[in-house]
């Protein structure tokens, strides 16, 4: 029961999120149904079911083009704070640090400690590959999801030309129109804004307690320096 407690406190953050997760997508689940058909009953057609529902292009788009735009918003905040600084923001690097850093300051290859992961200790083409292992996870994450955006939402597009006696456009055809652009870029302004957001907000104002966050007395100047 100890190492049960001690679990949960160790990891609360990402099993809560975990949780919300879950809670959020089962939600969003019923409430897509309700609306699905309701939009079947106004055009005179059966309603499904929940399993169906979920098994649907249309749950899938819905689901994936928020999915895709998190882990774009992720990697590109991993990446461009490689090189790009926010004087006065905890989330951006030193001013002088910009760039990927010797391997002394990395602590790999030779300068790697006994405690350091396998594949930082043993150089040559792991180590490059490990060095960059979160951005390449993120970007694979985003274009997979992407991908399965534009198929999701080929077929619930065709569904709907369907309904209205048009043409089915083919999968190319879909992934220049504007409907898949719209999903996409309104899903991508809304993860830039909020980060954009938080790097200039996080300048002036204070979270205490929260490694997001400048310690509370820390001048709004300070970069780089995290609760």
Known sequence: MTRVRG????????????VLFLGALVGQAFA??????????????????FGRYVTSADFAVDVTENWQSEYLQ??????????????????????????????????VGAYAGPDSPRWARVG????????????LVMGSIFLACWLVQSVAGWSAYNEQRLKQLQDPQSWLSYVGSADFWSRSLQN????L?????????SIYLRQRGSPESKPVGTPHDATGIEG
């Open 74 to 107: 992720f990697l590109l905040y991993i990446v461009l704070t490689v090189w790009l600084v926010q004087r006065g923001s905890p989330e951006s690097k030193p001013l002088d640090q910009a760039g990927r850093e010797s391997d002394e300051d990395q602590k």
């Open 193 to 201: 804004l909020a980060v954009g957001s938080m790097a200039v907000f």
């Open 124 to 135: 040559g083409l792991r180590t490059r590959v490990y060095s960059s292992s979160l951005g």
């Open 32 to 49: 897509g149904l309700a609306e699905f058909n309701n939009g079947q009953v106004a055009d005179g057609l059966a309603t499904i079911s």
């Open 7 to 18: 679990f949960v406190r160790t990891n609360s953050l990402s099993l809560v999120f975990g």
């Open 188 to 191: 991508w302004q809304s993860e």
